[in-house]
């Protein structure tokens, strides 16, 4: 079944500066990559997701890239602010036994912007 | 409602007890999903249902069991709980089988004592 694996679990920044979270994945097959950020006691909400049709998506101060021949995505954050801490969670797509398809997550990265 | 409710918001429960952790949705997703999170090992997936009256295994999915009666439903039961399945646990749905974002209820936060 799919893997994927998340670096760094922890990651601390000064505000104002660009934070990168690297994942990557086992399946070839995988075709949707979404990235998650969960706060503390809150639920996992999605702030962005890439198809493998497609190499970079760019959302105001977040950007996804994709390389699907090393099979490897990242997040990058830019003019990091106090409010983007939280857990980050990658997570990639692989299709269940019954049918179907699931998402495969990441182990997370703690970020931490200091003022 | 809007979304995905889970109930309760989080129990203490003594082992052996039956546990039953409850699941609506209003968007009328097909696809729903349980997830239990633990501290640095993500999300992982017990069980799913495709659409209504199927269910799967996923990756954790020993002690644990699920129905999909109808829609709106997904109810996850813990037959006998065990300490090691204290944890917080997602519910989560989709419109379909295909490749889009999960929408996530705001979580379980389960203690088995």
């Known amino acids: 079944g799919e893997n994927v694996e998340q670096h760094p679990s922890t990651l601390s920044v000064q505000e104002g500066d660009s934070a990168v979270i690297k994942c990557t994945y086992s399946d070839s097959a995988s075709n949707y990559f979404p990235w998650y950020k969960q706060e503390l006691g809150k639920r996992p909400q999605l702030i962005i997701d890439?198809?493998?049709?497609?190499g970079e998506k760019k959302d105001q101060r977040i950007a996804v890239t994709l390389n699907k021949t090393a099979k490897h995505f990242s997040l990058h954050i830019t003019e990091t602010q106090p409010e983007d801490s939280a857990v980050y969670f990658c997570a990639a797509s692989g299709e269940l036994t019954g049918g179907g398809n699931k998402l495969t997550f990441g182990t997370g990265t703690q970020l931490k912007v200091e003022l | 409602i809007a979304g995905i409710t889970q109930a309760p918001t989080s129990q203490i429960l003594a082992a052996g007890r039956r546990m039953t952790l409850r699941c609506t949705q209003d968007m009328r997703h097909n696809a729903m999903y349980w997830y239990r999170q633990d501290l640095g090992l993500g999300l992982r997936l017990i069980h799913y249902s495709n659409t209504a009256g199927t269910t799967g295994k996923g990756e954790v999915p020993d002690g644990y069991s699920v129905s999909r009666a109808n829609t709106d439903d997904f109810p996850l039961t813990l037959a006998s709980a065990v300490p090691s399945q204290t944890s917080v646990y997602f519910c989560?749905?989709?419109?379909?089988?295909?490749?889009?974002?999960?929408?996530f209820g705001n979580g379980t936060r389960l203690t088995v004592t």
């Open positions: 890439i198809r493998s049709n497609v």
């Open positions: 989560a749905s989709k419109p379909g089988q295909g490749d889009s974002p999960l929408h």
